[in-house]
């Protein structure tokens, strides 16, 4: 699997398979200051990083498995400390993380947290997870079970193989606005595998056509 890159405060980080980069031991997770190498604490990931994100000076990250604690599917780094986060998802792990002011929104194939229906995204925020709407319908069973999250202004944007969450058309990308789901427009004739936003616009690239 190809790193997954996130940068801030002027630094770059990359998250993936590794366990050590530019010959520094460096377990899954990696710093790039602009001279060196360097790893993130001494705590071993055991499992690949699919997702990072920043909320202020914390690091985020999600795994298809269990990380720091069982069961944790992402956890926290502070600049010193491993935090594994959340509740019991049950057997499926978190394949994206994004940030919108103070709230944090994974997605997965997880359909419970804590024993409480959650379908494959959430908020979290402080130890409480909020569901969005219905959630996300099923994914493709060969993925890792969840759709890629990016923020968009007060918007959350979700590219996945899915369609109609929460009752709505929104053939393969929606946005959650705090409410509901929306598509847009008709989507995709196939599912993207990226997605950005900047200056209140959203771009998907993948194998479609239309």
């Known amino acids: 699997m190809n790193p997954v890159p996130v940068g801030a405060h002027g630094e770059i980080y990359i998250g993936g398979d590794f366990t050590t980069a530019g010959g520094t031991t460096a377990n899954r997770v990696a710093r790039w200051n602009g001279t060196a190498w360097n790893g993130l604490g001494s705590t071993i990931l055991p499992t690949t990083v699919v997702s990072m994100a920043f909320k202020g000076n914390d690091l985020f990250v999600t795994t298809p498995t269990t990380t720091v604690a069982n069961p944790a599917y992402f956890s926290k780094f502070d600049g010193a400390t491993w935090t594994a986060l959340g509740g019991d998802l049950g057997d499926r792990g978190v394949s994206s993380v994004a940030v919108i002011g103070d709230d944090l929104y994974v997605s997965g194939g997880f359909t419970t947290i804590n024993g409480v229906t959650f379908n494959r995204v959430a908020k979290y925020n402080n130890g409480t997870w909020t569901p969005l709407g219905n959630g996300?319908?099923?994914?493709?069973?060969?993925?890792?079970?969840?759709?890629?999250?990016?923020?968009?202004?007060?918007?959350?944007?979700?590219?996945?193989?899915?369609?109609?969450?929460?009752?709505?058309?929104?053939?393969?990308?929606?946005?959650?606005?705090?409410?509901?789901?929306?598509?847009?427009?008709?989507?995709?004739?196939?599912?993207?595998?990226?997605?950005?936003?900047?200056?209140?616009?959203?771009?998907?690239?993948?194998?479609?056509?239309?």
Do not use: E, H, Q
Not at 159 to 167: E, Q, R, S, V, W
Not at 174 to 187: D, K, L, Q, V, Y
Not at 195 to 210: E, K, M, R
């Open 136 to 210: 996300l319908p099923p994914i493709n069973a060969f993925s890792l079970g969840g759709s890629k999250l990016i923020s968009s202004g007060n918007d959350l944007i979700s590219i996945g193989d899915f369609a109609i969450p929460n009752g709505g058309p929104a053939n393969r990308i929606a946005r959650w606005n705090g409410t509901a789901w929306s598509g847009f427009g008709t989507g995709t004739d196939a599912t993207p595998n990226s997605v950005a936003a900047g200056s209140g616009d959203v771009f998907v690239g993948g194998p479609f056509a239309t």
